[in-house]
């Protein structure tokens, strides 16, 4: 079992910058493909940003392409989303999410692709 506990969200002002983290337990998770989600209220959860297990394959949603990055520690069980030049609708929940891909180069950009989720963290852009 993979617990999954995010961390760094918060109120911040329209261009201003975040640094979500989330860290696992449970098992190591450097074979795990790793994702960030996002949930507006009354929207549908979607995908943000995601990366293989080597850390150097990365996906991210046109959205927030350019502004937010994807990183991973696997020594750490790790994984972080740099978040840049927000606006009032990155607005959301974001939650962290792992699955064990045995190392596969493919990022998963689909909520039924993982398997574990953590709590999730608020993030809120004013304008």
């Known amino acids: 079992q993979v617990q999954l506990v995010e961390s760094g969200g918060g109120l911040v002002q329209a261009g201003g910058s975040l640094r979500l983290s989330c860290v696992a337990s449970g098992r190591t998770f450097s074979s795990y493909a790793m994702a960030w989600f996002r949930q507006a209220a009354g929207k549908e959860r979607e995908f943000v940003a995601g990366?293989?297990?080597?850390?150097?394959?990365?996906y991210y949603a046109d959205s927030v392409k350019g502004r937010f990055t994807i990183s991973r520690d696997n020594a750490k069980n790790a994984a972080y989303l740099q978040m840049n030049s927000l606006k009032p609708e990155d607005t959301a929940k974001y939650y962290c999410?792992?699955?064990?891909?045995?190392?596969?180069?493919?990022?998963?950009?689909?909520?039924?692709?993982?398997?574990?989720w953590g709590q999730g963290t608020q993030v809120t852009v004013s304008s």
């Open positions: 999410a792992a699955d064990q891909k045995y190392k596969s180069l493919t990022v998963y950009d689909t909520a039924g692709e993982y398997e574990y």
């Open positions: 990366v293989a297990w080597t850390g150097t394959r990365k």
